[in-house]
């Protein structure tokens, strides 16, 4: 058995930097677990596509209404 991984991970500080969002915002997410990350020791790092499954389940779809 294989348990070795390969993360690709981002310190709340890159996530924030590069999705152009106050630090804040990253570490409150990260505070109501809300974002999935890991914690190693103090540090908190963001798995890679963690800052995009969490804009993926909060976003909201349009709906179209055909008129009549």
Same mark, same amino acid.
């Given at each position: 058995?294989?348990? $070795?991984?390969?993360?690709?991970?981002?310190? *709340?500080?890159? &996530? &924030? /930097?590069? +999705?152009?969002? *106050? +630090? &804040?915002? @990253?570490?409150?997410? =990260?505070?109501?677990?809300? @974002?999935?990350? =890991?914690? @190693?020791?103090?540090i908190?790092?963001?798995?890679?596509? &963690?800052?995009?499954?969490?804009?993926?389940a909060?976003?909201?779809? +349009?709906?179209?209404? $055909? /008129?009549?």
């Amino acid at each position: 058995m294989n348990t $070795s991984r390969n993360h690709d991970c981002e310190s *709340p500080s890159d &996530a &924030a /930097s590069r +999705l152009g969002w *106050p +630090l &804040a915002r @990253v570490r409150r997410l =990260i505070r109501r677990k809300e @974002v999935r990350h =890991i914690k @190693v020791g103090g540090i908190y790092l963001l798995p890679a596509g &963690a800052a995009e499954e969490y804009l993926d389940a909060k976003t909201v779809e +349009l709906e179209f209404k $055909s /008129s009549p």
